[in-house]
């Protein structure tokens, strides 16, 4: 939707012009705006995002301002650019659409999360999602319907799940920055932008280095959502109580559930067998591999042996509960064939050289162009 064609009394700032040029070619700005009141995670979202973006701010010093919206696109994507030597991040309307759909469908079924709430305030044999598609214009016009939790314990989580997922791809598009990704792309390629779907530039970035861009960011996020679980865990004794345990698994199951769940709306292909080093994109499996191994590595350096446990069976609970989930909604059997891949021997290889890759040469590229650096004082995101 371009701007010129916009009906509403709603004022666009010169800010507001700027992200719409800035993003124009993934569709261009979404005047949120002027959408109706039921479109309450939109507005939600949007604070959480720049409280993010303060946030960053603060861990990086030197990070220059970053500018947030959401783009006019019914697809599932996420995108980092600079334009005139300013920052945006945008994810689409059609990211916040798809999350709303599944995740308050799944918390409108009486037979999942049946530890939320009052599950028997939810209407039973619920229409599925038939032939899901990462597109929510699609799915509308195929008349697929939403499900909205009648319980509200059981909202007030499903909001909940909703705005971790949004964080986790704001926090993965603000790491594109401050490590150094959007620059380096347009030093390299005169291509300041990345986007979570869709990039093509043959021959012009080698692939395995996107790759572990995209796993590096994916990490960076991740471990901004569970420095949050650790902070609110933390106490100053070296034994845990059963409740405190029990509100650390809590906290991170939900914020693995709610980062797997956005890479499973992406889907869940196989990739054993075929050539990973030819893709710019990892494959989806792996990316969650990502946030699985990076989530063990950050409990094992900063909590003790029981917590370390309790985080890495909360993890794994995550994963697990999604595809559950999600067949559930879609009336499918579960299918992890791509998660199965991502723990493979094939696929533990593959997450292994991303990750030296990422520790190494890639490091000593990003460096000139990350605010991630020593010299910068920067803190854990």
């Known amino acids: 939707m371009d701007l010129k064609h916009l009906t509403g009394n709603a004022t666009h700032t010169p800010l507001q012009l700027k992200f719409h040029e800035a993003m124009k070619s993934h569709g261009g700005r979404l005047p949120w705006e002027l959408l109706p009141p039921t479109a309450k995670a939109i507005p939600a979202v949007y604070e959480l995002a720049q409280a993010l973006i303060s946030r960053a701010n603060k861990v990086y010093p030197c990070l220059p301002s970053i500018h947030f919206g959401f783009i006019n696109s019914n697809a599932i994507n996420g995108i980092a650019c600079k334009s005139n030597d300013e920052y945006f991040i945008g994810i689409t309307g059609g990211t916040v659409t798809l999350l709303q759909l599944m995740v308050h469908r799944m918390l409108a079924d009486p037979t999942l999360f049946t530890n939320v709430g009052d599950p028997t305030k939810e209407e039973a044999n619920l229409p599925h999602i038939k032939e899901f598609t990462p597109n929510a214009l699609e799915l509308s016009e195929a008349g697929t319907k939403v499900g909205i939790p009648r319980d509200k314990v059981r909202w007030s989580y499903s909001c909940n799940l909703i705005n971790w997922a949004a964080i986790f791809l704001v926090g993965h598009e603000i790491a594109h920055i401050s490590c150094g990704h959007v620059d380096y792309f347009d ?192 803190g854990e995101f």
């Not at 861009?213 to 679980?229: K, P, R, T, V, W």
């Not at 723990?343 to 890639?362: A, M, N, P, R, T």
Request: proline content about 3%; hydrophobic content about 40%; aromatic content about 10%.
């Open 187 to 378: 030093s390299n390629i005169g291509t300041p932008s990345l986007a979570e779907l869709g990039w093509s530039a043959a021959n012009a970035i080698k692939p395995m280095e996107r790759q572990a861009m995209e796993g590096q960011a994916d990490q960076y996020s991740f471990a901004g959502l569970l420095g949050i679980a650790f902070e609110k865990n933390s106490t100053n004794s070296s034994a845990s109580t059963r409740a405190q345990l029990a509100d650390l698994f809590r906290r991170v199951f939900e914020y693995s559930f709610s980062a797997n769940l956005l890479f499973r709306l992406f889907g869940d292909e196989r990739f054993v067998g075929s050539d990973l080093a030819a893709d710019s994109y990892p494959p989806i499996g792996l990316r969650r591999r990502f946030i699985y191994g990076g989530g063990c590595d950050l409990a094992r350096r900063n909590l003790t042996s029981d917590r370390q446990d309790i985080v890495q069976r909360a993890l794994k609970a995550g994963m697990v509960a999604v595809e559950h989930a999600f067949a559930t909604v879609v009336g499918e059997e579960v299918s992890a064939a791509g998660l199965e891949d991502a723990f493979s021997s094939e696929g533990q290889e593959h997450f292994k050289l991303l990750v030296e890759l990422g520790e190494k040469e890639l490091a000593a590229k990003l460096k000139p162009f990350s605010y991630d650096r020593d010299d910068q004082n920067a």
